[in-house]
């Protein structure tokens, strides 16, 4: 692919502030790469509904705290359901048409939800968005293993990590100050960010989809460009050569026949959804927990503040490091560190104890953070990226739907069952990576990979 880029991985490193070490950090990197990146952080900086939508529904709509809780069942109800047909839409008519139509649906979501006033009109507003929030995953995930090489798709996943990390850190203050002034300017921002999320990437990334066999003529609508023709052409290269999931010749060809019959992720698709299941307690039992305890609301804002501080100073310098080791061992690694946070936070009963802990888990996060999509990149043929990453979308939503189910019945039983608990099922997460590692080896040694 040919593309103006700073500089590969493996160049110099310098000191910190040097060029040479912000070339090892940012540079190698394509033009329509930066352009997902930048839509990324502005979409997340405008997404501010979503962690405020439970006080926005009980303050301003007047509901209690079950009706609340029943519409943003329904809203996590279409994120989970999105995923698969999203995945499926980037396959079949391309990355940047799906990414663009979700962002756009996303919009018009946030505005038919500030405009409902009626218990039915909200939840079916909140089921329309949640179907639209995140349509744009698994074509973002798809566009970023189309563009980037295998060496540096770590980073280029952790770049993003990074991105929604920051973003999501100036929502969160930002959106604390619109609430003041009136919940209708959250929902206007919202829906202006994601627009211009979807307008970015509509005119700054060509589309990448490889063309099926026995096609011609470009996919997508940027059919002129360079880099999306050359990606397009080795796509059918690839795939012209008879590669299939995993480039295991013979191996069906279909869509979701491959994908079902691809054990390997089938697996990886499974120890996804534990860790994300015992993640998912940062947000859900872990506020419940704290508050037991006796602290409060502004306690545990506090301790988590500590988790996206340490992202966004720590998290860039630790990509090409980790974009040179083997991405299965580094992943593992990483989940044993965050099993020792949680496993930490059992035994704490103060604020420094809580935040010791989350320092202690983050420091694991960041060790992981561009590698789940490195490795969905790696299992997956270039026809069916978008699929691929919404199945594991799809485990990443079952996960957080779950967390809240399980997490609250363990915390019944006590806080130290409970984050003894989490802690193990991470280290079972942990051993299932670490047993499916020379699988991946072997995945990512095939021609396609």
């Not at 000191?15 to 990146?37: E, N, T, V």
């Not at 744009?136 to 566009?143: D, F, G, K, T």
């Not at 079902?260 to 990886?268: A, E, F, Q």
């Amino acid at each position: 692919m040919t593309s103006t880029t700073l500089a590969g991985p493996g160049s110099p490193s310098g000191s910190p502030g040097s060029p040479g070490f912000l070339r090892s950090k940012l540079g190698g990197l394509p033009r329509p790469f930066w352009a997902l990146w930048a839509g990324t952080l502005v979409n997340r900086v405008g997404m501010m509904v979503q962690p405020f939508i439970g006080v926005y529904l009980i303050e301003s709509r007047g509901m209690s705290l079950a009706a609340a809780g029943t519409v943003m069942t329904v809203f996590g109800a279409g994120s989970l359901i999105s995923q698969v047909p999203a995945g499926w839409l980037a396959d079949r008519y391309g990355r940047r048409i799906t990414l663009a139509g979700g962002m756009t649906a996303t919009a018009a979501g946030m505005a038919a939800l500030g405009a409902s006033s009626s218990f039915p009109a909200i939840v079916a507003s909140m089921f329309v968005l949640g179907l639209a929030i995140d349509a744009y995953r698994p074509a973002s995930n798809a566009l970023v293993a189309d563009l980037v090489s295998p060496a540096d798709r770590p980073r280029a996943y952790g770049l993003l990590f990074w991105a929604l990390n920051l973003g999501f850190s100036v929502a969160m203050v930002a959106g604390g100050w619109l609430a003041r002034a009136g919940y209708g300017w959250m929902f206007a921002v919202n829906a202006l960010t994601s627009l211009a999320f979807g307008l970015l990437v509509w005119r700054a990334v060509p589309e990448t989809l490889p063309r099926r066999a026995g096609r011609t003529g470009p996919r997508g609508g940027d059919g002129g460009s360079q880099d999306g023709g050359e990606l397009r052409d080795e796509g059918d290269r690839l795939q012209d050569g008879g590669a299939s999931p995993g480039g295991r010749a013979g191996a069906p060809r279909g869509g979701l026949a491959a994908l079902l019959g691809d054990r390997l992720m089938i697996v990886y698709c499974l120890i996804s959804l534990l860790y994300n299941m015992a993640y998912s307690q940062v947000f859900t039992t872990l506020p419940v927990a704290m508050s037991g305890s006796g602290f409060s609301t502004v306690d545990y804002g506090l301790v988590i503040a500590v988790n996206g501080v340490l992202i966004v100073v720590l998290q860039p310098l630790t990509g090409d490091w980790v974009g040179r080791r083997d991405p299965g061992t580094v992943f593992a690694a990483g989940l044993i560190v965050i099993s020792a946070g949680f496993a930490l936070t059992a035994f704490v009963s103060s604020i420094a104890g809580y935040a010791v802990g989350v320092v202690v888990w983050t420091l694991g996060e960041i060790l992981t953070a561009g590698l789940p999509g490195a490795i969905v990149a790696i299992l997956a043929p270039s026809h069916l990226r978008g699929r691929y990453a919404g199945m594991y979308g799809l485990a990443m939503s079952g996960g957080a739907m779950l967390a809240p189910l399980v997490g609250t019945r363990l915390l019944a039983a006590g806080p130290v069952t409970l984050w003894l608990t989490v802690g193990g099922v991470i280290l079972v997460a942990a051993a299932g990576l670490l047993a499916i590692r020379p699988a991946l080896r072997r995945r990512a040694a095939s021609p396609e990979a």
